[in-house]
């Protein structure tokens, strides 16, 4: 199977996985590319790859200390307005389509544990929900790595 990207892009990558904000000028002297192929190799990668730049949280600090894993089985009519109603949710963090018996799993953040047994209670009433399992978070181990070493990108792909 080919991979489209080569390896200085994924080491591009992997920096920024590591540190977005890091200054081109400090990536460069990492990574031995000039500033100016970083430049054009990050915009190009930018429509590519990137899907967005972000800030990881630390919602505890910041009052909220409820997060939860929940995954939702709904009846086949109520599928999309679930959809909606998970994707314009304030306190939904992540949506996902999944399989095995459910159609959704979303993490959901709160600031206490009776915002979330609401928000539970309230999809009962707004949809056909046929099964729901939720799992709180209670430490984050790992939290967005994957690719972050650039040491390790490289493994398992082949060179471009």
């Known amino acids: 199977m080919n991979n489209p990207i080569n390896k200085k892009d994924m080491e591009?990558?992997?920096?920024?996985r590591t540190d977005a904000r890091m200054p081109l000028t400090k990536?460069?002297?990492?990574?031995?590319?000039?500033?100016?192929t970083l430049f054009d190799r990050?915009?190009?990668?930018?429509?590519?790859?990137?899907?967005?730049?972000?800030s990881l949280l630390?919602?505890?600090?910041?009052?909220?200390?409820?997060?939860?894993?929940?995954?939702?089985?709904?009846?086949?009519?109520?599928?999309?307005?679930?959809?909606?109603f998970l994707l314009k949710n304030g306190c939904i963090n992540s949506v996902y389509r999944i399989n095995n018996g459910y159609?959704?799993?979303?993490?959901a953040i709160f600031k206490e544990i009776r915002d979330l047994?609401?928000?539970l209670d309230d999809l009962d009433k707004r949809f056909k929900i046929t099964d729901k399992k939720s799992f709180f978070i209670i430490e984050d181990i790992k939290r967005?790595?994957?690719?972050?070493?650039?040491?390790?990108?490289?493994?398992?792909?082949?060179?471009?």
């Open 12 to 16: 591009l990558i992997a920096h920024l």
């Open 27 to 36: 990536m460069s002297k990492k990574t031995s590319i000039p500033v100016s």
């Open 42 to 54: 990050l915009r190009a990668n930018e429509d590519k790859y990137i899907i967005k730049h972000t």
């Open 58 to 84: 630390d919602f505890q600090k910041l009052g909220y200390n409820t997060r939860a894993n929940i995954t939702i089985k709904v009846e086949r009519e109520d599928k999309d307005r679930l959809k909606e």
């Open 103 to 107: 159609d959704f799993m979303v993490e």
């Open 117 to 119: 047994e609401e928000f």
């Open 144 to 160: 967005e790595s994957f690719m972050s070493d650039p040491s390790l990108v490289m493994v398992g792909l082949k060179e471009v």
